[in-house]
């Protein structure tokens, strides 16, 4: 069974945070019907969602998968390199810890963002040069490595975050949108997709992708890998840096 935990959008989202966009118009009313549309295609897959409570003070509190790292049984509470992002963090502890998970935190001076963190099986590639520092970083390794994990870090100077630039198919082959990317060199195996949006996907199983509805010509490259992909509207999200990664967190049975 896979657990999504996702939260709504605060009244706020169009004053979230913007790093290297122009702020443009955001439809809030839009974007709640997306979120939903969102939540209902992680149903319709089989997945249970969990719904963290509301912060509707926080603007940026729906990109949810910021907040909390998950690997294997152990939880990663984060502490978002953000100041304003900070609170967002606090409901997420108890919903993870009622899964039975062990809880690990990030504690000052480290920051890490969700977003930043790219699971490869065993190998953790982790976004250096935005919300997340080399504190952060050291503090995930000593938590992650005794599993048997090994902590890849990777540049991060052209987006938000790691995933705004790169996320993986079921096969461990690491998709990105060249422009976007500091150093494919660092995977060794990588695919460059031909939109933005198409370098972002959740793995819903070893054959099925979610996956914005804005990138046609990376769903038919995915398709044409043997792919079926499912595509979500996530359009006033993407206006504010964020994708379709950003609005879970998933916990797979472990």
């Given at each position: 069974m896979t657990v999504a935990l996702v939260r709504r959008t605060s009244?706020?989202?169009?004053?979230?945070?913007?790093?290297?966009?122009?702020?443009?118009?955001?439809?809030?009313?839009?974007?709640?019907?997306?979120?939903?549309?969102?939540?209902?295609?992680?149903?319709?897959?089989?997945?249970?969602?969990?719904?963290?409570?509301?912060?509707?003070?926080?603007?940026?509190?729906?990109?949810?998968?910021?907040?909390?790292?998950?690997?294997?049984?152990?939880?990663?509470?984060?502490?978002?390199?953000?100041?304003?992002?900070?609170?967002?963090?606090?409901?997420?502890?108890?919903?993870?810890?009622?899964?039975?998970?062990?809880?690990?935190?990030?504690?000052?001076?480290?920051?890490?963002?969700?977003?930043?963190?790219?699971?490869?099986?065993?190998?953790?590639?982790?976004?250096?040069?935005?919300?997340?520092?080399?504190?952060?970083?050291?503090?995930?390794?000593?938590?992650?490595?005794?599993?048997?994990?090994?902590?890849?870090?990777?540049?991060?100077?052209?987006?938000l975050h790691l995933k705004s630039a790169v996320t993986a198919l079921p096969d461990g082959t690491i998709i990105g949108w060249d422009p976007a990317v500091d150093d494919s060199t660092v995977f060794p195996k990588y695919l460059s997709m031909p939109e933005e949006s198409g370098a972002h996907v959740v793995i819903i199983d070893n054959g099925r992708l979610l996956m914005a509805a804005d990138a046609p010509k990376s769903a038919e490259l995915l398709e044409s890998l043997g792919y079926e992909t499912i595509q979500v509207d996530v359009s006033e999200y993407i206006k504010l840096e964020g994708c379709v990664t950003c609005l879970s967190v998933r916990m797979r049975a472990f």
């Open positions: 009244s706020r989202l169009a004053e979230g945070l913007l790093t290297h966009l122009e702020r443009q118009p955001v439809d809030i009313d839009l974007a709640r019907r997306q979120w939903e549309s969102y939540v209902d295609a992680l149903r319709g897959v089989g997945w249970q969602v969990r719904e963290v409570p509301e912060l509707d003070s926080c603007a940026d509190s729906v990109f949810i998968e910021d907040t909390v790292v998950m690997f294997r049984d152990v939880a990663v509470i984060t502490r978002p390199g953000n100041d304003a992002r900070k609170p967002e963090v606090e409901a997420v502890e108890p919903v993870v810890a009622s899964f039975g998970c062990r809880l690990e935190r990030i504690v000052a001076p480290g920051t890490l963002d969700g977003g930043d963190v790219l699971k490869v099986n065993d190998t953790i590639y982790v976004g250096l040069g935005g919300r997340t520092n080399q504190e952060g970083i050291k503090q995930l390794e000593s938590i992650l490595e005794p599993m048997g994990a090994t902590v890849v870090v990777v540049p991060v100077t052209k987006v």
